[in-house]
């Protein structure tokens, strides 16, 4: 019986299914731990259009997957769409996945804001750092207000 490859000994092919069994991986991002790992792009290109032409790396599946746990993880579409990107996956296909969601990201927001203050801000430079946060996290500035008024309407302080 063989001896298991030590991870120098595994080939590209060998290596990207290891890292595609623990979790989806964008064709650049899967390409670029495969160079770290001192394989070439002779021996890594045809191994990723191999494994995306038998359906075992996927964009589509890697974006999909990173906005739901991006999403879970109390962030906005403004700094999702960036992860993505800097991963790259393509704006066509950022937006596509966007757009087949159904997310409130109002709600997001306060869902988030919640978490971290649950109390209206007292004064302007509370709002702000309030606001810096959220936008830290993703959220656009409109969504914030549209938040800021949700919760005003609740609490009956038009």
Do not use: C
């Not at 757009?99 to 203050?117: G, S």
């Amino acid at each position: 019986m063989k001896a298991k490859n030590t991870p120098a000994e595994q080939s590209a092919r060998e290596r990207a299914i290891h890292l595609l069994a623990r979790r989806e991986h964008s064709r650049k991002e899967l390409r670029n731990k495969l160079i770290q790992k001192g394989f070439s792009a002779e021996q890594i290109d045809p191994e990723l259009d191999s494994l995306e032409h038998r359906g075992w790396l996927s964009d589509l599946r890697f974006t999909e997957s990173w906005i739901r746990h991006r999403i879970q993880s109390g962030y906005g579409p403004y700094r999702i769409r960036n992860e993505l990107a800097e991963k790259g996956v393509s704006r066509d296909l950022i937006e596509q996945s966007f757009e087949e969601m159904t997310v409130d990201w109002v709600k997001m927001a306060h869902k988030v804001w919640q978490k971290k203050y649950n109390a209206m801000p007292q004064d302007w430079p509370e709002k702000v750092k309030q606001m810096r946060f959220l936008q830290y996290r993703g959220f656009f500035s409109q969504d914030i207000e549209t938040m800021y008024e949700m919760i005003k309407s609740e609490q009956g302080d038009s």
